[in-house]
């Protein structure tokens, strides 16, 4: 009995220890679930087992990789089962190339509708293809694996694809100017734009491709087919497309109207009582329509060799230089005054750039003398009936003319007789006078038949520039000449007893001659000089310019060259200054101006700046430096 009890026992642990065993679940699945199939499918297995996996695609499916607790691209593949696993199939699409190629000009644009965008499309990815014919050309067909003049083409990529898209050059009726221009002037800058004419009437531009041909040379071919004028005349251009052509003409003129005038010109002074409206011309002559033609100016000591452009900057930069100083200098005893108010306000009203000007020969020169300095001057009547000057100054009150010039002479250094040639001579007196009421009051030769005459007097100043590349100076030189007609017109209408309230009381020249000393002196000498233009003097002489009258019980101070040039002057910016210009602005300032409140003899001297300013009704009205 005792041993069947045991044998019981034995039985019972047996079967208890064999359902103890440990088992693991594995899942499998496939990426994308269409992709493909994993075998053998999920289940459980014992600890420890190892499962073979395989990886079976679907049609236009391939095999990529393991994924989960399998990973790599062994196909089939064991796992081991030590725990619950999870392992998935990963499954791609075949990839077919669609290769393109171009025939003509033109290009195919390719949109992906289904799939991102690759090098090559998987299996199943539509495909839009846009052909994108360059200008003047169109889409003519599809050819290789597929034939169509589709367009667009919508194609399923499910195996490689060979295509060609092929663009064909349309055919042009005909060539047109779109922007054409009757004229254009030395230095101008230019491209024609030329349209072609499709069958269907549609249009591309030519203009790059077209060849250019100027008969007349007188026009200079730049890059890309832009232009420039280099001379005057009737250009005859021919213009070549293929086997297209059009004939054109255009005229080249000597001068440009400026429309837009420099920042620096464009704006008087602020609370200016009197309104100067002036003019400029600029003679910047040239052989290319790019660079300044240094056979024609020279300069003084060398070949300038610099570039219209950089003409135009320095010569803007010297007519500022000349305005700020006439309305800087109509301050009466601004000196040191940042407040002070102008009384006269340089308005430029017009700027002319002339590239070619008519001469004749100088008005101041005998025959005798040209034959041996020859020398010309502008012929300016034709100059003027150009510019339309009789309405400029009848019309619209221009007094002044600043005419800049390379003056050129056979006496400067840069001479050469090889390419220097009398027939380009050109110089221009310092200040010319034209008045219907006194003639020629001027500082230079004082001829009352080189200037066409009007209603109205105006004065032309003969600006020279052809140090403005050598020397500093050219600036305080123009400045100076000018000054020089102040001084005459302002003595002209002294009707003192021989002319004393100008000459002795004011400038201080002694009745019985020699230099101006003292007082306020002029142009060439400051009231401490010794000989002409001695504006650098450091010796200190005492003078009753800052508080001239003219019996002289102004408060007389200790004066020399570092009184005018630490005074307060501003310059404009790049405006070269020096002592002479310093010198002529202090004496400026000088003059009797607005609300002087001096007198001469018990009478009251009046604005002197309207006398100048004012020729004509000075003149018609006989005033003179004081109130009647």
């Not at 109207?257 to 704006?267: H, P």
């Not at 032309?460 to 403005?468: L, Q, T």
């Amino acid at each position: 009995m005792k041993k069947i009890i045991n044998l019981l026992v034995i039985a019972i642990l047996s079967t208890s220890c064999s359902k103890e065993i440990l088992q693991h679940k594995l899942t499998v699945d496939a990426i994308p679930s269409n992709g493909g199939s994993v075998t053998p499918p999920s289940n459980s297995y014992e600890n420890g087992q190892s499962v073979n996996l395989l990886a079976t695609p679907a049609g236009e499916y391939v095999f990529k990789e393991w994924k989960g607790d399998l990973t790599g691209t062994l196909n089939p593949s064991t796992i081991i089962i030590d725990k619950d696993k999870q392992a998935s199939g990963v499954f791609e699409k075949r990839q077919y190339p669609l290769n393109l190629t171009i025939e003509g000009n033109g290009t195919v644009k390719e949109e992906i509708i289904a799939v991102a965008s690759q090098s090559q499309y998987p299996s199943g990815t539509t495909v839009r293809l846009t052909p994108q014919p360059l200008e003047g050309w169109e889409f003519s067909g599809w050819s290789g694996d597929i034939k169509s003049n589709d367009n667009p083409l919508t194609i399923t990529i499910k195996n490689a694809v060979n295509l060609k898209a092929s663009f064909v050059e349309k055919k042009i009726l005909s060539i047109q100017i779109e922007n054409s221009i009757d004229s254009i002037y030395v230095s101008q800058k230019f491209k024609l734009k030329i349209l072609g004419i499709f069958e269907d009437g549609s249009k591309t531009d030519l203009s790059n491709s077209v060849q250019i041909t100027y008969e007349n040379k007188l026009i200079n071919p730049l890059p890309d087919n832009f232009f420039v004028g280099v001379k005057t005349g009737i250009e005859k251009i021919k213009i070549i497309h293929k086997n297209k052509i059009i004939n054109t003409s255009l005229k080249v003129t000597s001068f440009e109207d400026v429309k837009i005038i420099d920042e620096k010109l464009n704006s008087t002074a602020l609370n200016t009582k009197l309104r100067v409206p002036v003019i400029i011309i600029n003679y910047i002559p040239t052989n290319d329509g790019i660079n300044l033609d240094n056979s024609r100016a020279p300069g003084v000591f060398r070949l300038p060799n610099k570039t219209i452009v950089d003409v135009k900057l320095a010569l803007n930069t010297l007519s500022s230089g000349i305005k700020f100083s006439a309305e800087e200098g109509s301050k009466f005893r601004g000196y040191n005054s940042k407040t002070a108010s102008s009384y006269v306000g340089i308005d430029v009203v017009k700027q002319f750039n002339f590239y070619e000007i008519p001469l004749q020969k100088a008005f101041f020169k005998s025959q005798q003398e040209y034959l041996t300095d020859p020398m010309n001057e502008p012929d300016y009547t034709k100059i003027f009936e150009m510019i339309n000057l009789k309405y400029l100054v009848e019309i619209m009150g221009v007094k002044e003319i600043w005419f800049n010039v390379s003056h050129f002479h056979k006496g400067l250094t840069t001479f050469d007789p090889k390419i220097h040639k009398p027939e380009n001579f050109v110089v221009l007196p310092e200040s010319n006078m034209s008045s219907p009421t006194t003639g020629d009051i001027s500082n230079s030769f004082r001829q009352n038949n080189d200037l066409p005459i009007f209603k109205n007097t105006y004065v032309v100043y003969g600006f020279n520039y052809n140090g403005a590349f050598d020397v500093i100076d050219f600036i305080p030189n123009n400045i100076h000449l000018r000054s020089h007609q102040i001084e005459v017109q302002i003595s002209y209408l002294d009707r003192s007893p021989e002319k004393e309230l100008w000459y002795n009381k004011f400038v201080g020249i002694p009745k019985s001659g020699g230099n101006p000393t003292g007082r306020c002196g002029n142009v060439h000498f400051p009231p401490n000089a010794v000989n002409d233009y001695d504006y650098n003097n450091l010796t200190y002489v005492n003078s009753d310019i800052e508080d001239w009258k003219p019996d002289g019980t102004g408060l007389f101070k200790k004066i020399n060259k570092n009184t005018w040039n630490n005074y307060y002057f501003n310059w404009p910016q790049n405006v070269f200054n020096d002592s002479q210009s310093n010198w002529l602005l202090y004496w400026y300032q000088s003059i009797p101006g607005q609300y002087n409140g001096l007198e001469y003899n018990g009478k009251k001297l009046v604005n002197w700046w309207d006398l100048f300013y004012n020729w004509d009704d000075s003149i018609k009205n006989k005033k003179t430096l004081w109130v009647e």
